[in-house]
């Protein structure tokens, strides 16, 4: 049995899952992810190591951390998740510069406390309000130990590339376009990327396209409008290629928005 519900409030997107048999692809997040084991143990890889969230494991992901998921065994896990954009986490906590976890997995009760009420509020649909000072003090937790300034500077053709990707999500991924522009060679481009994210440019190129469709869907409530401005072939495309980041289909999250 697999089952995902997602609601958003006061600009963060909370999830409650449940997992037998999906497995999630590879792939990587703009937001910050931060989530809480409630049964079971999560396996994931992430940056190239095999992680395992156990019961009350707390579960830290940074932007653009390329990850998969899956249940570690047949008895399944349930999960909550938190996705914050970047920018409100700095608003938040008074920051300039993109801050990173440096574990990816933690065990800490208090830190656990704030991030299931502020899960229960956003899924409970409890008022805005307190939805964010729910979230202020989750960030307050996060500071206090979780959180270190991102000293590591991306590689500049990286940087390039992935901005010419995001700028040019309707069309079809041209490789060889985007290689000479860099001044590589398709394959050099392809390794150097990959080393990198840890994802395939296409693949990378293929995330940004549904993250688009989701703020698209969430933002004018009309699917079929992102699915055209995205450009996916037709509605079936999107559905498929949604589930695999998301669990579930673009029309399933559309109505959980509701």
């Not at 997107?13 to 079971?40: C, N, P, W």
């Not at 060889?176 to 398709?186: I, M, Q």
């Amino acid at each position: 049995m697999n089952k995902f519900i997602y609601k958003k409030s006061a600009g963060i997107t909370a999830l409650s899952a449940s997992m037998t048999d999906f497995t999630y692809k590879k792939h990587a997040h703009q937001e910050y992810a931060i989530g809480v084991t409630l049964r079971g143990i999560q396996e994931y890889n992430l940056d190239g190591s095999l992680q395992l969230s156990y019961q009350n494991g707390i579960m830290l992901f940074n932007p653009e951390q390329a990850h998969d998921g899956m249940a570690h065994d047949k008895t399944g896990l349930d999960y909550v998740m938190l996705y914050i954009e970047p920018q409100l986490l700095l608003e938040a906590i008074e920051k300039k510069d993109i801050l990173r976890f440096s574990t990816p997995i933690v065990y800490d009760v208090r830190l656990e406390q704030r991030i299931l009420s502020l899960s229960d509020a956003i899924l409970g649909e409890k008022d805005e309000a307190l939805c964010s000072e729910l979230f202020l003090s989750l960030t307050e937790s996060l500071i206090q130990t979780k959180l270190s300034t991102d000293d590591k500077k991306e590689n500049a053709l990286i940087r390039k590339a992935k901005d010419m990707l995001h700028a040019d999500l309707e069309h079809v991924l041209k490789l060889d376009e985007l290689s000479s522009e860099l001044h590589l060679s398709k394959f050099q481009f392809i390794r150097l990327f990959k080393a990198h994210t840890g994802i395939s440019p296409y693949q990378y190129f293929l995330n940004c396209k549904i993250e688009r469709a989701k703020s698209l869907i969430e933002k004018n409530k009309d699917i079929y409008s992102a699915v055209a401005a995205c450009g996916f072939v037709d509605l079936t495309h999107l559905n498929k290629h949604f589930k695999s980041v998301y669990g579930t289909t673009a029309f399933e999250y559309m109505s959980h928005l509701q």
